[in-house]
């Protein structure tokens, strides 16, 4: 493609506390203008913790935005924009499930809608995990849930379990360490 989309302005419409949604106006390959949204998001990190036994650690959690309780891989937003997402994931781990890891890798990292938003999260495998303590937020009510692998694949292909994140982070590890 030798002719590019240019973005000539950009507008804040709303600054929220981890979220600025912008108004861009854009010159398209023919010339003519358009309006679209973006959604910037100062970034997340997310975990595959992984026990003794092989089974992975899920949270259980309500989504206001679903309206439902969902099962994810333990994340969180990160502190700073410029946080390192290892120590966010390290973090979002012991605060989210109650156990910490010094055994921990980066495994994929995922743009969760590209259409529309920024929103970056590097996701990790922690392993050798530690009992510690959970750390919840005040506003945060966690049920940490032990699953195999075959299991969350098998609510993944029913569409029980559909947190981009989540399916990215349970397919890739699947890949990368359960085959051959």
Not at 130 to 150: A, G, M, W
Request: proline share 4%; hydrophobic share 35%.
């Amino acid at each position: 493609m030798g002719e590019h989309v240019e973005r000539i302005n950009r507008e804040l419409k709303y600054k929220g506390k981890i979220l600025e949604i912008y108004a861009d106006t854009m010159r398209n390959p023919d010339g003519k203008t358009t309006t679209w949204d973006f959604v910037h998001h100062n970034g997340a990190a997310a975990v595959v913790p992984v026990t003794e036994k092989g089974t992975i650690l899920m949270v259980e959690q309500y989504r206001p935005a679903l309206g439902r309780y969902t099962l994810e891989i333990p994340a969180g937003a990160l502190d700073e924009p410029d946080e390192p997402g290892i120590v966010c994931a390290k973090r979002e781990l012991e605060e989210e499930t109650g156990f910490r890891s010094e055994d921990i890798e980066w495994l994929i990292t995922v743009h969760t809608t590209v259409a529309f938003c920024d929103e970056k999260i590097p996701i990790f495998v922690a392993r050798n995990l530690i009992p510690s303590k959970q750390h919840l937020d005040e506003d945060e009510f966690i049920d940490v849930r032990e699953c195999t692998v075959e299991e969350l694949k098998q609510q993944i292909f029913a569409g029980k379990i559909e947190d981009s994140k989540t399916i990215s982070a349970i397919l890739a590890f699947d890949a990368k360490y359960n085959r051959a």
